[in-house]
């Protein structure tokens, strides 16, 4: 039972209380005056006004309620080095003993997790504790225990304006002895011009290290690494090659420092989107017909392409003896073109090309030795290809896998995907090649050749080789074999897709990795890192994928398209995953790689601190020993050496209330009456 005295009054306050005063004032001129029976008028006053005011005894029948404290248990990667682990667990145990002895106390325990991907990065304690603050009555709320290593990354930014309620205590599960290595990207662009180099920088961060020069080991996909040296905490820069299109994946590593709390922070991956400037391109035309026009159209279209067209207007079998520099319209550089810079171009495009004297042999040579020196051709061949002055009767033989038999294949036919074509990426679902039979338009005229090398992806009349795609040297050749593909940019019978394959074939052409039919890559899709072999092959071996920390795992496969296989494996470490199936090599970035989790793993109190003291809490290392737990009322300390404290708020329920009118009842009434009678009476003698 609780009691309590209320107030009800039967007026507002104000004329209560201005009665009370006039009142007052008439008893003060009374005694001013020395009249008789003035002890009689203060008691009968004094009985008016509490009748005015209508006092009532409240008793309440109450339920204590228990205190809430909330325990924040760290299971974040950062948490499994050392031995945080075990001391977690033996605080959260003895936390839990230590408050069921307490009395009138409850405990709820909630745990904090942090992943690999940049979405739950990082160890968000104060969400966790927000979480299950939204459960408890603040009236209820006792304090808060984390038992972390203290690297936690949502801190409150002003722990004053935090309005938790009360005490929140840090007990810090690491060491204050611990060592550590890291290295940190300072600048790290996110895209570069192919064939050109960035610049990145970074720098070595050691705690309780000795400080000496580190050997940093950069490397840039599966190139040779370079070493340099650095000195710990001095920011280094290095330039970096951004080789190919897409992503140039560049790691900076460090030896382990003898004795340190993890070497998982001992590496830094940043991702250089590569992105071509722009696209050089040679056309070179021979004797005029109707797709000449469509060829430079689709390279114009393009504003990322630059075009140089080199014509010939005059048609071989039109020889009159007049010399071929008083026949140009212009002085052409074809020296400047085909020897000084012809390495300058990204690709050679011939279209229905003969041999003649503008391009000598030797220009022709130098071509083929571009091709051999990693650049590329394209060549698109009608009945020229079949003759004798065709290009494969000059210098670029050597380079050229379909060899012409003589014979020009007159008819009509759908140009159609070899099996070969369903596999490789240049062909591979090709708009329209659905089915059995394609949606689009026909073609009339083929080159009939005979090939030995390369990969025959289309095929045409009689299924004769249509588009033959090979590799000479460290360069690529593209035949097309036919000269009607025009029709398809002119819309005959619905047209079809010679734009996409066009840049298919320029992309592959130019070695972009998305369209290597022979290929291996891993790509990060949610928790899971999918890997991808591209193959010409009918089945793909199994990938060993050596994850950051060093441990192994091998992935089957499984075709899922024609030239294409995959496997997956779930994402347990953030970094680089190398992979491998014994014939080719490659690097995936899986998980946030330069994670916030593993950018510092030493142990510290610092970042708790501010909160811990702008709520009258504490930080403790669980390496002295267990703190005691204790309970302490509203305004008192909850902390000091060896002991931190929750706050006991002494809340309850109301089960019952019964209130008791004091001058509600005839009792009141007659003593009222009684001290106005003993005033008159006192007032008559």
Same mark, same amino acid.
């Given at each position: 039972?609780?009691?309590?005295?209320?107030?009800?009054?039967? =007026?507002?306050?104000?004329?209560?209380?201005?009665?009370?005063?006039?009142?007052?004032?008439?008893?003060?001129?009374?005694?001013?005056?020395?009249?008789?029976?003035?002890?009689?008028?203060?008691?009968?006053?004094?009985?008016?006004?509490?009748?005015?005011?209508?006092?009532?005894?409240?008793?309440?029948?109450?339920?204590?309620?228990?205190?809430?404290?909330?325990?924040?248990?760290?299971?974040?990667?950062?948490?499994?080095?050392?031995?945080?682990?075990?001391?977690?667990?033996?605080?959260?145990?003895?936390?839990?003993?230590?408050?069921?002895?307490?009395?009138?106390?409850?405990?709820?325990?909630?745990?904090?997790?942090?992943?690999?991907?940049?979405?739950? /990065?990082?160890?968000?304690?104060?969400?966790?504790?927000?979480?299950?603050?939204?459960?408890?009555?603040?009236?209820?709320?006792?304090?808060?225990?984390?038992?972390?290593?203290?690297?936690?990354?949502?801190?409150?930014?002003?722990?004053?304006?935090?309005?938790?309620?009360?005490?929140?205590?840090?007990?810090?599960?690491?060491?204050?002895?611990?060592?550590?290595?890291?290295?940190?990207?300072?600048?790290?662009?996110?895209?570069?011009?192919?064939?050109?180099?960035?610049?990145?920088?970074?720098?070595?961060?050691?705690?309780?290290?000795?400080?000496?020069?580190?050997?940093?080991?950069?490397?840039?996909?599966?190139?040779?690494?370079?070493?340099?040296?650095?000195?710990?905490?001095?920011?280094?820069?290095?330039?970096?090659?951004?080789?190919?299109?897409?992503?140039?994946?560049?790691?900076?590593?460090?030896?382990?420092?003898?004795?340190?709390?993890?070497?998982?922070?001992?590496?830094?991956?940043?991702?250089?989107?590569?992105?071509?400037?722009? =696209?050089?391109?040679?056309?070179?035309?021979?004797?005029?017909?109707?797709?000449?026009?469509?060829?430079?159209?689709?390279?114009?279209?393009?504003?990322?392409?630059?075009?140089?067209?080199?014509?010939?207007?005059?048609?071989?079998?039109?020889?009159?003896?007049?010399?071929?520099?008083?026949?140009?319209?212009?002085?052409?550089?074809?020296?400047?073109?085909?020897?000084?810079?012809?390495?300058?171009?990204?690709?050679?495009?011939?279209?229905?090309?003969?041999?003649?004297?503008?391009?000598?042999?030797?220009?022709?040579?130098?071509?083929?030795?571009?091709?051999?020196?990693?650049?590329?051709?394209?060549?698109?061949?009608?009945?020229?290809?079949?003759?004798?002055?065709?290009?494969?009767?000059?210098?670029?033989?050597?380079?050229?896998?379909?060899?012409?038999?003589?014979?020009?294949?007159?008819?009509?036919?759908?140009?159609?995907?070899?099996?070969?074509?369903?596999?490789?990426?240049?062909?591979?679902?090709?708009?329209?090649?659905?089915?059995?039979?394609?949606?689009?338009?026909?073609?009339? +005229?083929?080159?009939?050749?005979?090939?030995?090398?390369?990969?025959?992806?289309?095929?045409?009349? /009689?299924?004769?080789?249509?588009?033959?795609?090979?590799?000479?040297?460290?360069?690529?050749?593209?035949? =097309?074999?036919?000269?009607?593909?025009?029709?398809?940019?002119?819309?005959?019978?619905?047209?079809?897709?010679?734009?996409?394959? =066009?840049?298919?074939?320029?992309?592959?052409?130019?070695?972009?990795?998305?369209?290597?039919?022979?290929?291996?890559?891993?790509?990060?899709?949610?928790?899971?890192?999918?890997?991808?072999?591209?193959?010409?092959?009918?089945?793909?071996?199994?990938?060993?994928?050596?994850?950051?920390?060093?441990?192994?795992?091998?992935?089957?496969?499984?075709?899922?398209?024609?030239?294409?296989?995959?496997?997956?494996?779930?994402?347990?470490?953030?970094?680089?995953?190398?992979?491998?199936?014994?014939?080719?090599?490659?690097?995936?970035?899986?998980?946030?790689?330069?994670?916030?989790?593993?950018?510092?793993?030493?142990?510290?109190?610092?970042?708790?601190?501010?909160?811990?003291?702008?709520?009258?809490?504490?930080?403790?290392?669980?390496?002295?020993?267990?703190?005691?737990?204790?309970?302490?009322?509203?305004?008192?300390?909850?902390?000091?050496?060896?002991?931190?404290?929750?706050?006991?708020? /002494?809340?309850?329920?109301?089960?019952?209330?019964?209130?008791?009118?004091?001058?509600?009842?005839?009792?009141?009434?007659?003593?009222?009456?009684?001290?106005?009678?003993?005033?008159?009476?006192?007032?008559? +003698?």
């Amino acid at each position: 039972m609780d009691w309590s005295i209320s107030f009800n009054p039967f =007026l507002p306050w104000a004329i209560v209380v201005a009665l009370g005063a006039v009142g007052l004032l008439l008893v003060a001129l009374m005694a001013y005056a020395r009249t008789r029976g003035l002890l009689l008028r203060v008691l009968s006053l004094a009985f008016l006004l509490a009748a005015l005011a209508n006092p009532t005894i409240r008793s309440e029948e109450r339920e204590p309620l228990t205190d809430i404290a909330v325990a924040v248990i760290d299971r974040s990667l950062s948490q499994e080095n050392g031995e945080r682990i075990a001391r977690t667990n033996e605080a959260e145990a003895a936390l839990k003993q230590a408050v069921a002895r307490l009395p009138n106390t409850e405990l709820r325990t909630v745990e904090v997790r942090s992943g690999i991907s940049a979405d739950d /990065d990082g160890t968000r304690a104060f969400d966790a504790l927000n979480r299950a603050l939204a459960d408890i009555p603040p009236e209820r709320f006792a304090g808060a225990l984390m038992i972390t290593d203290g690297q936690i990354h949502d801190v409150p930014a002003d722990p004053s304006k935090a309005n938790l309620g009360g005490p929140v205590h840090g007990l810090i599960t690491g060491s204050k002895s611990e060592r550590d290595r890291k290295v940190v990207l300072d600048k790290a662009p996110r895209f570069g011009i192919v064939g050109k180099e960035q610049t990145i920088a970074f720098h070595v961060e050691e705690v309780n290290g000795p400080g000496n020069p580190v050997s940093v080991s950069i490397s840039v996909g599966r190139g040779e690494p370079m070493v340099i040296e650095a000195i710990p905490g001095q920011s280094v820069e290095v330039t970096v090659p951004v080789d190919h299109g897409g992503q140039n994946i560049v790691e900076v590593g460090i030896p382990p420092l003898e004795g340190e709390i993890s070497a998982q922070n001992n590496r830094a991956v940043t991702v250089i989107e590569g992105v071509r400037d722009r =696209l050089r391109v040679l056309l070179v035309s021979g004797e005029p017909h109707p797709g000449e026009r469509t060829w430079r159209n689709l390279l114009k279209a393009d504003a990322s392409v630059d075009l140089v067209h080199f014509t010939i207007l005059r048609p071989p079998e039109k020889q009159d003896g007049t010399p071929t520099k008083e026949l140009a319209l212009i002085a052409f550089p074809t020296r400047e073109l085909f020897v000084d810079k012809l390495d300058e171009f990204d690709l050679v495009i011939f279209d229905r090309y003969r041999r003649q004297t503008v391009l000598p042999a030797v220009y022709m040579s130098n071509i083929a030795r571009y091709v051999a020196d990693g650049g590329a051709v394209l060549i698109a061949s009608g009945p020229d290809l079949a003759e004798q002055d065709g290009l494969y009767y000059t210098p670029l033989s050597d380079i050229i896998a379909a060899a012409p038999t003589g014979q020009i294949l007159e008819g009509a036919f759908k140009p159609m995907l070899t099996e070969q074509g369903r596999k490789h990426p240049v062909t591979r679902e090709l708009p329209g090649s659905a089915g059995e039979t394609p949606s689009w338009g026909r073609w009339f +005229r083929l080159v009939d050749t005979t090939t030995s090398t390369g990969d025959t992806v289309m095929s045409g009349l /009689d299924g004769k080789p249509l588009l033959v795609l090979s590799r000479a040297g460290q360069g690529r050749v593209a035949q =097309l074999l036919s000269d009607q593909g025009w029709l398809w940019a002119r819309g005959f019978e619905g047209g079809g897709p010679q734009t996409e394959l =066009l840049r298919r074939m320029a992309h592959w052409l130019m070695k972009e990795p998305d369209l290597e039919e022979e290929a291996l890559e891993g790509t990060q899709a949610g928790g899971n890192l999918v890997i991808e072999r591209r193959t010409m092959a009918d089945k793909a071996d199994p990938v060993t994928v050596t994850l950051p920390s060093g441990k192994t795992e091998t992935i089957p496969l499984r075709e899922i398209s024609p030239g294409r296989f995959q496997g997956s494996l779930p994402i347990t470490e953030a970094g680089l995953h190398r992979l491998g199936d014994g014939k080719l090599d490659a690097v995936a970035a899986a998980g946030s790689a330069n994670a916030r989790e593993m950018s510092s793993l030493v142990a510290t109190a610092q970042v708790l601190a501010p909160v811990a003291a702008s709520t009258g809490g504490s930080v403790q290392w669980l390496e002295d020993g267990m703190p005691q737990l204790v309970k302490v009322a509203p305004g008192r300390q909850t902390a000091g050496s060896g002991w931190v404290g929750l706050k006991a708020n /002494d809340a309850h329920r109301v089960l019952a209330v019964s209130d008791i009118p004091l001058f509600a009842t005839l009792l009141s009434l007659g003593a009222l009456l009684l001290a106005f009678c003993a005033m008159w009476y006192r007032e008559g +003698r």
